[in-house]
């Protein structure tokens, strides 16, 4: 690291259970922000005025809902609020900027906010009359398999996973090992949406969303909100925290390359250059290699992203995710415990708090 930038710690963390929109545990998001936000700050044992600055994440919302979700939930002391809308990154977004605003020297402590409010069903198609971010993505996605009335994004990681069959002969099972896996993990966590255990034939079984990918395989929407307290070493020492404090050793943020575009690829549409991009980088600005980590949340949006973040991360070559899994190396006994919070699977998927949980199950 320069010897200008500042060391970033994770001092608090506070999250709601996640649940199914629109049932009797849904709430308004001012009411989970303020559930999360607290659980947070005293983790930290800090009070909300210590706060510099706060980024909160949300995906649906009118403009400005982080400040709303603040205001009335934890202070008005007139601090920057940001709000970040990036999709599924958009809990990472969050807290990337907050890690950056400590590591730039803006701030001393930051709170990393994420929230969503979400509909029943499939991810809805908001804004019709104008040109749609992924057009250029769904143009390679169309030229190499087509489309249909499905829904996007099953659709996107089916594809991407059919064409890792077709390149690498992995498996319908090994797929589904991965939802297996991760949904016997979520019966430890009691913020998961699903705590209910299967066997491999009834995700295998389960109803199809998308050719091979089945229900069991993909993850819910759902409503939640997850909150990180983010702080310099000055103001670990000031509020004798160091017991606690867990360092980000490395956090990088990708966009799309050339060969999202060019390869004619899902696999790359979905975003395997980005991760393995990023992880790269991480590994060189910490030090660190696959075998140096023992445990990792990843973004299993479905079962087939879970397989290619395996290969994307160095965790093993090419095209060997589906022996990854076979040999039982992603989970309790194997070389790495993978998504032991039950990952989005299974804990659920409220889009703008989801990239803020990816730490509890570490801090």
Request: aromatic fraction near 10%.
């Amino acid at each position: 690291m320069s010897p200008s930038l500042r060391r970033v710690f994770v001092v608090g963390v506070g999250m709601t259970k996640f649940v199914k929109p629109g049932t009797e545990n849904s709430r308004d998001y001012p009411d989970m922000v303020k559930e999360a936000g607290q659980k947070a700050l005293d983790d930290a044992h800090i009070p909300y005025s210590a706060v510099k600055q706060a980024c909160v994440g949300y995906v649906y919302g009118d403009s400005t809902s982080g400040q709303r979700a603040i205001y009335h939930s934890l202070g008005l002391t007139g601090i920057p609020i940001i709000n970040v809308n990036n999709n599924c990154a958009t809990g990472s977004t969050a807290l990337f900027m907050a890690q950056q605003l400590i590591q730039g020297g803006v701030a001393d402590c930051v709170l990393a906010l994420g929230f969503e409010k979400m509909e029943k069903g499939s991810l809805p198609v908001k804004f019709s009359e104008r040109t749609h971010p992924i057009d250029k993505h769904l143009d390679v996605l169309i030229n190499k398999y087509g489309f249909s009335a499905h829904p996007v994004a099953p659709q996107m990681f089916g594809y991407a996973g059919k064409e890792h069959m077709e390149k690498y002969g992995t498996k319908i099972e090994q797929f589904a090992k991965i939802g297996w896996k991760n949904h016997k993990h979520s019966v430890n966590n009691p913020y998961s949406q699903f705590q209910d255990e299967y066997s491999l034939d009834e995700v295998m079984s389960s109803k199809k969303v998308f050719d091979f990918l089945t229900l069991l395989q993909c993850c819910p929407t759902s409503d939640g909100a997850a909150a990180a307290v983010l702080a310099n070493e000055e103001f670990v020492q000031k509020h004798n925290v160091q017991h606690k404090a867990v360092e980000i050793l490395a956090q990088e943020m990708v966009t799309d390359l050339p060969s999202s575009f060019e390869e004619k690829s899902v696999i790359k549409v979905v975003g395997f250059d980005m991760s393995k991009e990023a992880a790269r980088k991480c590994y060189e600005k910490s030090g660190l290699r696959p075998s140096d980590i023992d445990v990792i949340e990843l973004h299993d949006c479905f079962s087939v992203n879970e397989l290619l973040t395996y290969e994307a991360l160095g965790l093993c070559p090419e095209g060997q995710g589906g022996t990854l899994v076979d040999r039982g190396d992603n989970t309790y006994g194997g070389k790495w415990v993978i998504n032991p919070s039950g990952g989005l699977i299974s804990k659920g998927h409220p889009l703008g708090a989801t990239g803020n949980t990816y730490r509890f199950p570490t801090f």
